[in-house]
Antibody, heavy 125, light 110 residues
Framework: DVQLVESGGTLVKPGGSLRLSCAAS????????MTWVRQAPGKGLEWVAH????????YYADSVKGRFTVSRDNARNSMFLQMDSLRADDTAVYFC??????????????????WGQGTLVTVSS | QSVLTQPPAVSAAPGQNITIACSGS????????VSWYQQVPGTVPKLLIS???KRPSGIPDRFSGSKSGTSATLGITGLQTGDEADFYC???????????FGTGTRVTVL
């Protein structure tokens, strides 16, 4: 069975940094792109970042670009989210998810079939 | 701020059929494939529909997806109390090079 387990969420002060991890099992991790999605308390889903299987392609939401960095270590079956210059509006549950699908020259068909249970990041003084 | 618009809420009695619309633009729904997710509050999102209209293994055929132009629709037939949840559409936006989720729709079974 595919299992994704996030860790690293905690209370951090505004302006601080945090590194989230997502450990995968039950899959050939390097074959898949992975993504981070967050959900602020009482709000909807917000896509955060995407990293391809080989780390060649990385994409970020405008709201985190320049502050967050997504990376992965295929030898350790893990993905990471380095979060710097944290703000109160970064407070959310952060989910990692496996990406299926692909982009062709004419269209993209990404979707997220397995999700972790999430880890809570709270940014507050 | 999401670029995909959904109705905030839809409600119906058990056994009835409902649809949830997801409205986007040419750079997202118009040229890419849509997926749908169900999230019971307090739990993890679950994939319902991939690639506009494909149901993953284990998803009942009461759930269906379609796409036309810059809009997509999730259909649920024979509504059940267990279907109460938040539903989100999602797709890639080719102009922004980001994935976008819809604003979300809360389904209530009366």
């Amino acid at each position: 069975d595919v299992q994704l387990v996030e860790s690293g969420g905690t209370l951090v002060k505004p302006g601080g940094s945090l590194r989230l991890s997502c450990a995968a099992s039950g899959i050939t991790f390097s074959r898949y792109s992975m993504t981070w999605v967050r959900q602020a308390p009482g709000k909807g889903l917000e896509w955060v970042a995407h990293v391809s299987g080989s780390s060649t392609n990385k994409y970020y939401a405008d709201s985190v670009k320049g502050r967050f960095t997504v990376s992965r270590d295929n030898a350790r079956n893990s993905m990471f989210l380095q979060m710097d210059s944290l703000r109160a509006d970064d407070t959310a549950v952060y989910f990692c998810a496996r990406v299926l699908g692909y982009c062709s020259s004419s269209s993209c068909r990404f979707y997220y079939d397995h999700w972790g249970q999430g880890t809570l990041v709270t940014v507050s003084s | 701020q999401s670029v995909l618009t959904q109705p905030p809420a839809v409600s119906a009695a058990p056994g009835q059929n409902i649809t949830i619309a997801c409205s986007g633009s040419s750079s997202n729904i118009g040229e890419n494939y849509v997926s749908w997710y169900q999230q019971v509050p307090g739990t993890v999102p679950k994939l319902l529909i991939s690639e506009n209209n494909k149901r993953p293994s284990g998803i009942p055929d009461r759930f269906s997806g379609s796409k036309s132009g810059t809009s997509a629709t999730l259909g649920i037939t024979g509504l059940q109390t267990g279907d109460e949840a938040d539903f989100y559409c999602g797709t890639w936006d080719s102009s922004l090079s980001v994935f976008v989720f819809g604003t979300g729709t809360r389904v209530t079974v009366l």
